[in-house]
């Protein structure tokens, strides 16, 4: 629990805040089971054992590589021992994925972690190996941005602004995140800005917004879907050389909680992430 005054940052000297997710750890995950609460990954205890994708990987000096016998690391979907969902004490799930409603021929793997060229190691030769930077919401999340499109449909005294969300989950999972969507309006030289569109997820306590570990239930859920396309509607009549400039970007942190959280001076937790961005000329 996070005191009065302190940030929520991790603890250096808490070794479980600090010891980082490295390859040991995910290549070793033989099951998963699954509760109510949040899953539990069940590591290997077979020492150097280590499980891989590739029918005819290369072998290591160091340890084995078992390819054919883990229907997780098949299927791609070992990361919902970790991100599948998060129930609180009271029994809200505070952020999930929704797992089972998957794209055709998808999982986290193929989204998250796409093919990038040069090889897996130095060890072999291939064009291709599975990006292990993780594109999300925090980094390289220009991956991810072919799986947005965002369209523009220009009525006679109005204007709507489409996004489509192609992923299997919400646009945003975390209900401290804010998607912002923002539409300005280049007219003969000068910019208009219209209204930001916000979308978001609320939760909460008796009828109030509360932090995750405080909350019992959605106040409100205006976050863009899974397989969604949402539309907005701008009161604004386009004419012949105008240019409509539109960015759909988010907020790690809502700015409304950043205080709260004594985080207004962190960088990471104010600054708004432009995430994809459009331009329609008339």
């Not at 033989?30 to 150097?48: A, G, L, R, V």
């Not at 793997?109 to 190691?121: A, E, I, T």
């Not at 072919?146 to 209900?175: C, G, M, W």
């Not at 409509?244 to 709260?260: H, Q």
Request: charged share 25%; aromatic share 8%; net charge positive.
């Amino acid at each position: 629990m996070k005191t009065k005054g302190q940030k929520a940052l991790p603890d250096v000297k808490n070794t479980t805040h600090t010891d980082g997710i490295a390859c040991a750890y995910c290549h070793r995950i033989q099951k998963i089971e699954k509760h109510k609460k949040f899953n539990t990954n069940i590591i290997s205890t077979e020492e150097k054992n280590y499980f891989g994708t590739r029918k005819e990987h290369a072998k290591s000096p160091f340890h084995k590589i078992s390819t054919n016998n883990n229907k997780l690391m098949q299927n791609g979907n070992v990361c919902i021992g970790c991100h599948s969902h998060k129930a609180n004490k009271f029994g809200l799930n505070v952020c999930s994925t929704n797992i089972a409603n998957e794209m055709d021929g998808a999982n986290c793997v193929s989204c998250h972690m796409p093919k990038v060229k040069g090889s897996v190691s130095d060890m072999t030769q291939r064009k291709t190996h599975a990006f292990h930077g993780f594109a999300g919401s925090h980094f390289h999340s220009d991956m991810l941005q072919k799986y947005v499109n965002i369209s523009l449909l220009r009525e006679i005294d109005d204007f709507i602004v489409n996004i489509d969300n192609q992923t299997s989950h919400a646009l945003l999972l975390h209900p401290l995140r804010v998607a912002v969507l923002k539409v300005s309006i280049n007219k003969a030289g000068k910019t208009i800005k219209l209204k930001d569109e916000i979308f978001l997820r609320v939760i909460g306590h008796d009828g109030k917004p509360a932090m995750p570990w405080k909350a019992s239930t959605t106040l409100r859920d205006t976050m863009i879907k899974a397989n969604e396309k949402r539309s907005v509607k701008y009161n604004f009549s386009l004419q012949k050389g105008d240019r409509v400039d539109v960015v759909l970007g988010w907020y790690l942190v809502n700015p409304k909680a950043v205080k709260k959280l004594n985080l207004q001076n962190t960088k990471i937790a104010t600054d708004f992430i432009e995430f994809k961005k459009e331009s329609f000329e008339f």
